[in-house]
């Protein structure tokens, strides 16, 4: 049916030729594709097609271009159609025309899924864990003790307790009062999150990113029409082109993966456009090596967490912090890739949701490179699409 609905547009031939050539679809050739089938769907079930046409479409886009499928949803075409959600690249332009149309279209109910990083969880912890007035011991001992072996161990077996602070909304916004020993031990945020994970989960990042997903975002982004922002982060891979300001190879590849998962807005509120360049900020900043940390603190506005990277020049930094709560929380990582990896379990560790700008980012880090929470975490289309990308093996 698809293959029939798109042979018979003028544009489809460019769709078919794209695809066998690529393996996949650009974002422009792909919402053609979208276009022409919604079309035809309209016309012949009428403005509101039922969830097993919809769901029919998205098959067929699947079983045509095999490549776009998604390995890691349960079908394989939720991007295109999620009938569970409503969601999906075939469901968002029947609302466009719907809402274009203005026939009294209402919206459908769907899932509440909640954000992944707040969730509570069970551990994996095999030790003891203190409660009562062992564990009050316990929290004297991490303030006041000088060895670090001491510390570490303490923390693990008040581990379950931290959790319910983190996950008290009246007592969360206390945690680094309460555990103090995060802000000048380096490590801990690493030990918490394997406490939660395991060690190979806890390694995941760190063994495919370079390895296997590095080059395959670097590739995808060559291929996207010229942009500024991204031929900048890219001359960090270019022997040929001095890096003068830039930063290194490590983050401008882990920057290239929030350009092409730009901030969308989510639910009902909408957020104000931004660009991927402008949503970088929101994951990591640069100070020069020098100024002071205080200060800068002190003018500090976000509230979610971010990367303080701090050096004489981008691409050779000194120094890495996470700033949650107006505190830097130094990190035990010598790299820019591993201090990232560091700041994205620290968001499970405190029990933070995403910046809404780093969502569908941080939600494809989570699903797609850690393996946590796959087919339960809420997926932006663009998520899936891009996993699907990536992942296929040419």
């Known amino acids: 049916m698809v293959e029939s609905v798109l042979r018979s547009n003028a544009k489809g031939e460019e769709i ?150 983190v996950h008290d909304k009246d007592a969360a916004s206390s945690v680094l009062d309460v555990f103090p020993r995060f802000l000048d031990i380096p490590g801990l945020i690493e030990q918490d999150f394997s406490l939660m ?18 080059n395959k975002v670097i590739t995808e982004c060559q291929n996207l029409p010229s942009n500024l922002y991204v031929e900048e982060l890219l001359t960090a891979f270019d022997p040929l082109t001095e890096n003068k300001s830039g930063w290194d190879g490590g983050m401008s590849a882990i920057l290239l993966l929030l350009h092409l998962l730009p901030p969308t807005s989510r639910g009902q509120k909408k957020m104000a456009k931004m660009s991927s360049a402008q949503a970088a900020n929101h994951l990591l900043r640069f100070v020069k090596e020098g100024a002071s940390i205080t200060t800068f603190l002190e003018k500090v506005d976000q509230r979610q967490p971010f990367l303080l990277c701090i050096g004489q020049e981008k691409k050779t930094i000194q120094r890495f912090f996470i700033i949650v709560d107006q505190k830097a929380i130094p990190c035990k990582a010598q790299t820019s890739v591993a201090a990232f990896d560091e700041l994205f379990k620290a968001h499970f560790v405190f029990s933070l949701s995403y910046d809404e700008a780093l969502c569908s980012f941080y939600t494809f880090i989570q699903t797609t490179v850690y393996n946590i929470d796959v087919g339960n975490a809420k997926e932006t289309p663009r998520v899936k699409e891009l996993r699907a990308r990536l992942l296929r093996e040419r």
């Not at 998604?70 to 159609?81: A, F, I, L, Q, R």
């Not at 994970?197 to 296997?212: H, I, P, Q, T």
Request: charged letters at 25%; one cysteine or more.
């Open 16 to 165: 078919f030729k794209e695809y066998a050539k690529t393996k996949s679809l650009s974002d422009a050739v792909r919402r053609c594709m979208v276009n022409i089938l919604v079309a035809d769907m309209i016309q012949s079930h009428g403005r509101i097609p039922p969830t097993s046409v919809r769901t029919s479409y998205a098959l067929g886009i699947v079983t045509l271009f095999p490549y776009l499928q998604d390995p890691y949803s349960k079908n394989g075409y939720e991007h295109y159609y999620d009938p569970v959600a409503n969601t999906g690249y075939l469901a968002w332009r029947l609302k466009t025309v719907q809402r274009n149309t203005n026939d009294g279209f209402h919206r459908s109910s769907r899932p509440n899924f909640k954000d992944s990083p707040t969730a509570q969880r069970e551990s994996l912890l095999t030790g003891e864990q203190l409660f009562g007035e062992e564990c009050r011991e316990a929290l004297s001992v991490i303030r006041h003790s000088t060895d670090n072996c001491v510390i570490k161990e303490k923390m693990r077996a008040t581990f379950e307790y931290r959790q319910k602070v």
């Open 197 to 214: 994970f395991g060690n190979e989960v806890s390694g995941r990042f760190l063994a495919k990113w370079s390895s296997y997903f590095k």
